[in-house]
């Protein structure tokens, strides 16, 4: 899943290519795409492109009130189409139009298809309300550092209700970081360690956004190919050159270095423990 350094790279591209562009109309390529009924998106037809930023994982088009926003979810992509095209590829789920400039067309890969976008009057915050600060801002900072939470610290990440921004990829790779077990809980650290975690986060992200900030156009189906152990279990850690491992859930997985994050215990693994009964 794009997270921020991909999400907010992605931005900044979009930006350059559409910004003091007027909007030319929106055309939807998939029946549940749209997640707004109010204002429709013809609303934004003539007015120019104010700026292109980022909220949580949420790509925002600004309109001077009314913004657009795009969210691509887990397997949400986007090309920048220069010229513009009129064809339905698979997967598409809208293409946005914009006068003198290319078009930016979001698809989406498997089979979830929870990429979406939305039309925000002035004043409507959307889906944006049920957003925690972002990691990288002060008050992201703040909650890291002073919150009771007693979940673990990589389901805390996880959640964009309580801070936005980070998915599996950086938190496997600032919990690594880090030298943090992905099972060890917020309000369980101490201050010294939680700093760390702060300072992890930073670095982790920093690095992702300068490796996005090289690509070009829009955002291809491969991303997180610079993360550190993020989908590398069995692979050595690039610390220590232990073998890295990983906990399996239904729908993701968790990786870590048992020597640099967890005393070199072998974190239990359900999915395996219910294949061996």
Do not use: N
């Amino acid at each position: 899943m794009p997270e921020l350094p991909e999400i907010t790279a992605l931005a900044e591209r979009l930006g350059e290519r559409v910004t003091g562009h007027a909007f030319v109309g929106a055309v939807p390529l998939s029946f549940s795409g749209l997640k707004t009924v109010v204002p429709p998106p013809e609303s934004l037809i003539g007015e120019p492109v104010r700026a292109v930023g980022r909220r949580g994982k949420f790509v925002v088009f600004e309109f001077g009130g009314p913004r657009l926003l795009v969210h691509l979810s887990q397997g949400g992509r986007v090309d920048v189409e220069d010229p513009p095209k009129t064809t339905k590829p698979k997967g598409a789920v809208v293409r946005l139009r914009f006068e003198a400039a290319p078009a930016i067309l979001i698809k989406e890969f498997g089979t979830e298809r929870k990429a979406g976008w939305w039309v925000l009057a002035d004043g409507d915050d959307g889906p944006l309300v049920k957003l925690g600060p972002d990691v990288d801002s002060p008050e992201g900072r703040q909650l890291l550092l002073e919150s009771d939470d007693r979940r673990r610290v990589h389901t805390l990440l996880r959640d964009q209700r309580t801070i936005a921004g980070v998915g599996r990829g950086y938190s496997d790779d600032a919990l690594h970081e880090a030298g943090i077990s992905p099972f060890a809980t917020l309000a369980g650290l101490d201050r010294p360690t939680r700093e760390r975690l702060v300072a992890a986060l930073g670095k982790v992200m920093a690095d992702g956004l300068e490796a996005e900030r090289r690509r070009t156009g829009g955002l291809p189906p491969k991303v997180g190919d610079h993360w550190v152990v993020h989908g590398r279990h069995g692979q050595p850690c690039p610390r220590c050159g232990a073998d890295l491992r990983r906990v399996s859930y239904e729908s993701y997985e968790v990786a870590y270095c048992p020597p640099c994050q967890t005393g070199g215990k072998i974190l239990a693994d359900r999915r395996l423990s219910r294949l061996v009964r």
